[in-house]
DNA sequence: CTGAAAGCGCTAACAC
DNA sequence: GTGTTAGCGCTTTCAG
């Protein structure tokens, strides 16, 4: 069944067909009922190939999400799957582990399936406009920001909580809570990436409340993966360093660095108390339930479509949402008598 | 920069450029080197529409997915996407609520899509060859089998896990723990998919080592989300029946129902046991961590990739594998005195 | 408003 | 082995 038969059928010319597809508006309201009458009645479908050959472009929208074990970016791929669906686009998505290169690969992934625009879950903050001439598409940055690059604003998106206040909030909390000696967990504090960024928040936190930085309360732990928050903690309780409370950069470090503390023989939070940043679901049920600073997971997934969409339809320029990330109260946060 | 470009450049036909392109033999090794060397020169990507409408079909395999919350399933959707990709195909991805039908979506998806083959992850178990003729492409059942329909074997394929066994084996493990009162967490026992070959596998093992079956230790969740496994275990509390072990019929529902033990003033393991099936990685870091018999899914995702591609490719009948699952041992069952 | 016809870039006969 | 050519199904001028 193609769009001749259905014009054979109508008694029309293809061209007419093709202009009722494309809801033109110059067909004659006759016309445009037969045809769309013949179209239904056949089961006509339009072939996506032959569209995208003469039109040359495709209707594939990549997403590039960087970092597997992240829980919080699997939560956000469906609602982004969901949306870019119902705007009648074809999702192509690309996973990389944290050691490769997102731009690298969302280039590759344009040349090679032809994508109208790119979504990077998660990615570096320093892109500079050179690199970024590799995409030839609009992009935008879902949960994460462009804070120590070069990039004009008008020339890409972003949508992302704020992570130095966010980072800033939930240490803030731990002070107000009592907590001097506060411990911190970051992949690395200097990676130009979300992880400095709420070191920056930490270390600021402590500062306007008149704490100072320790640096031997600082763990470096070299990855995102539960296996490094684990890794994290255990090094930490090495160094017998005291401390009261720690400040964990994501939801599943914090639970594995609740399990090292255990480990250990700490109590949470009787003997340290653990806050942390993203607000997954599963954080609910842990023993103890965890205290966390929760991301708007769908407002973020949706609305990273929606501006998108927005750029390639409409040609419209960079757009930056700060959706705010709100504290969830668990049990792992002792206030100090 | 098209084929035709490419040939020009060569001083060479475009059918010979083709056949470089799709390493045909009939092609003299000198020129396939020209060619190859000016692809390689000018970037060359062939257009995939312009392939796709003269072959009349696409590169797309169909991934559909029911049950967002399955952490597991997302665990498989990262190797699955690395898989098909490596094989040069492209993956479309559909995410279904349990309450959606897989086979109408699948459907829908074929047709919207153009697919070449369709990957099930999680569906009945009980199709019938009048229902399946809705698919018109290859497709693997991917951890799941049709235990209580009554496809031809060599009408599709399938990897899973046997399901009876793996609970059957892990509701063993309990009672040579000593356990007599084993509670026990489903969906729905009758749902002719999962849950029931799972009950079964439960009641067998009872019936094997000389236990009643007692309904009052039988909870229905109505759901596989964290939310449900909680609220089965609240309601088994509220019963007042004793017991002193639990098989749940998934982690994720086993995280919760621990939580609802604990939220009743109940210890893991001291006052009841728990075991589960999955092995997801998170589930080293609980508090217990969790006994629980670890499905292999890599092995799963990527023989289910091989699999399919082999009934695209080559038109091969319907494989059935059935990867072992094996037990992790946890903090979460005790051995009775 | 409508139809005829020219491609979009590629593959696959078919000839040489 | 290699080149020529006829479409694949659709959109889009360009006439009418």
Redesign the pocket.
Same mark, same amino acid.
């Given at each position: 069944?193609?769009? @001749? !038969?259905?014009?054979r059928q109508?008694?029309?010319? =293809?061209?007419?067909?093709?202009?009722v /597809?494309?809801n033109?508006? !110059?067909?004659?309201?006759? =016309?445009?009922q037969k045809v769309l009458a013949a179209v239904e009645a056949n089961g006509?479908?339009?072939?996506?190939?032959?569209?995208d /050959?003469? @039109?040359?472009r495709s209707d594939a929208i990549g997403v590039v999400v960087r970092g597997t074990g992240n829980l919080f970016f699997s939560a956000m791929i469906k609602t982004i799957s969901r949306e870019i669906d119902r705007r009648g686009y074809t999702m192509v998505l690309r996973y990389l582990s944290s050691s490769e290169d997102e731009v690298k690969a969302g280039a590759i992934l344009e040349r090679e399936k032809k994508l109208r625009g790119l979504l990077f879950l998660g990615g570096r903050f320093n892109y500079m406009p050179e690199e970024m001439s590799l995409i030839g598409v609009p992009y935008v940055c879902c949960s994460y920001t462009n804070s120590f690059g070069t990039l004009k604003e008008k020339d890409f998106s972003s949508v992302s909580i704020d992570d130095f206040k966010t980072a800033y909030d939930a240490v803030t909390l731990l002070i107000n809570a009592g907590h001097k000696r506060i411990a911190s967990f970051f992949d690395l504090c200097d990676d130009h990436s979300i992880s400095e960024l709420r070191y920056e928040g930490y270390c600021a936190a402590l500062k306007d409340h008149g704490l100072p930085l320790e640096e031997a309360l600082v763990v470096q732990t070299g990855g995102f993966e539960m296996e490094d928050g684990y890794r994290g903690m255990k090094e930490l309780l090495q160094r017998g360093t005291s401390f009261t409370a720690a400040f964990v950069e994501s939801d599943m470090m914090a639970i594995a660095a609740m399990k090292a503390l255990r480990d250990g023989g700490k109590r949470v939070p009787e003997d340290c108390s653990v806050i942390a940043i993203d607000g997954l679901a599963l954080t609910e049920y842990t023993s103890p339930t965890l205290t966390t600073m929760v991301q708007p997971c769908d407002e973020i997934a949706e609305e990273s479509v929606r501006i998108l969409l927005d750029m390639m339809e409409n040609g419209t320029g960079g757009v930056h949402l700060r959706p705010q990330a709100h504290l969830r109260n668990g049990e792992s946060v002792r206030v100090l008598p």
């Open positions: 069944m193609t769009i @001749k !038969d259905i014009a109508c008694g029309v010319g =293809v061209s007419t067909v093709s202009r /597809l494309n033109r508006p !110059d067909v004659s309201e006759e =016309v445009r006509y479908i339009p072939n996506n190939s032959a569209r /050959l003469v @039109k040359s």
